[in-house]
């Protein structure tokens, strides 16, 4: 498999972009790596696989790089003597945040006929939002924390009952997330959550509630990942999840019963079919007093959730070998010829 990695992006998440990238290195040793990178101000850069590493980009130094222009069918290099195109089978959207999880790449690379691993633009729109995503997961029949939905000119009312979880609608990572165990902390935090954002979704705090993460794709058929239990503390923060994001060894399954798992990768696929094909997601559930609730889409999971797969270099190369198209329409201006020819006109 010869496979194109995209990360960085204009996000506040370009830095566990960089890390996701490099850590695939390590995961995707039978196969050959082109690295694109996108700077903050949104220039591509073809990154030297072999020199990678993240004092690299916190330098400077990969200004030096080749830069890419993006046309159609391609990323290319312009030079004196032509342009050469950079060569590969099928691209990975690895941007987490903006650009790389609200759609802005799934575009450009349905707009230039460039195959790749990722949600789709409508795929992209619903998860990235976290109050979209409660929306798609109550048309499918599949149940979510409670919620308070608040814009940054609201009347800052919650009426649910404290401790509360308070998250910035369009951003992952935990950047700006910050738990409120009583009235006198709401206003802080939600000035912290609005430096990020101009709304924000506010849920119970459910303190020990069992979490369970569920990766996967469809291929030719459903490839899913473990059912893994987190270990971890109350709240991760940033800095933890960017250590997270580092994973590339296999975690252990939960220990929880096949009915259980079964209901937990049901729900995953009824979020999955058919708005995610082409891409590999992992679904966040609650598990609260028996019932299975959606906390979260990861779109674009740290590190692509590697560690919950038995086979995901195999399974990488499956997916890229069955990506959705788009339809091919053809234009052959029948419409304007016919009302030519009722003018008389050639």
């Keep these: 498999?010869?496979?194109?990695?995209?990360?960085?992006g204009s996000s506040f998440e370009h830095e566990i972009s960089i890390v996701s990238a490099i850590t695939l290195k390590k995961v995707l040793k039978k196969s050959s790596i082109t690295y694109i990178f996108v700077s903050q101000d949104r220039?591509?850069?073809l990154i030297d696989t072999d020199k990678i590493n993240s004092k690299l980009f916190s330098s400077g130094e990969y200004k030096k790089s080749k830069e890419l222009i993006l046309k159609s069918g391609a990323f290319s290099i312009d030079g004196m003597f032509g342009s050469k195109e950079v060569n590969f089978d099928a691209l990975l959207n690895l941007i987490h945040g903006r650009d790389g999880e609200d759609g802005?790449?799934?575009?450009?690379?349905?707009?230039?006929?460039?195959?790749?691993?990722?949600?789709?633009?409508?795929?992209?729109?619903?998860?990235?939002?976290?109050?979209?995503?409660?929306?798609?997961?109550?048309?499918?029949?599949?149940?979510?924390?409670?919620?308070?939905?608040?814009?940054?000119?609201?009347?800052r009312k919650i009426t649910m009952d404290y401790p509360i979880i308070i998250k910035p609608v369009r951003l992952g990572s935990s950047i700006g997330v910050s738990i409120v165990k009583e009235a006198s902390e709401l206003d802080y935090a939600l000035d912290v959550a609005f430096?990020?954002?101009?709304?924000?979704?506010?849920?119970?705090?459910?303190?020990?509630?069992?979490?369970?993460?569920q990766a996967g794709c469809f291929t030719s058929e459903w490839e899913l990942s473990i059912v893994e239990e987190p270990q971890k503390e109350e709240f991760l923060d940033f800095e933890k999840k960017y250590m997270d994001f580092s994973r590339d060894s296999q975690v252990l399954s939960a220990d929880i019963s096949e009915e259980l798992k079964k209901k937990i990768q049901e729900s995953f696929k009824k979020v999955y079919n058919p708005l995610f094909l082409g891409s590999i997601i992992r679904c966040d559930f609650f598990v609260v007093d028996g019932e299975i609730l959606l906390n979260?889409?990861?779109?674009?999971?740290?590190?692509?959730?590697?560690?919950?797969?038995?086979?995901?270099?195999?399974?990488m190369d499956r997916l890229s070998k069955n990506l959705p198209k788009e339809k091919i329409i053809t234009v052959d201006y029948q419409y304007i010829h016919s009302i030519q020819s009722a003018k008389g006109k050639v």
């Excluded at 633009?121 to 979510?144: I, Q």
């Excluded at 990861?298 to 399974?315: K, Q, R, T, V, W």
């Design 104 to 155: 802005k790449i799934s575009s450009m690379m349905e707009f230039f006929n460039i195959p790749f691993i990722s949600p789709r633009m409508e795929a992209s729109v619903l998860s990235y939002n976290k109050l979209y995503t409660k929306f798609l997961a109550e048309s499918l029949g599949v149940k979510t924390v409670a919620y308070e939905h608040l814009s940054k000119n609201d009347a």
């Design 43 to 45: 220039k591509f850069y």
């Design 195 to 213: 430096e990020f954002d101009t709304d924000v979704i506010v849920e119970p705090f459910i303190e020990g509630v069992k979490e369970f993460n």
């Design 296 to 315: 979260e889409i990861n779109p674009i999971p740290g590190s692509m959730a590697n560690y919950l797969f038995d086979d995901f270099e195999g399974m």
């Design 1 to 8: 498999m010869n496979i194109a990695i995209l990360f960085g």
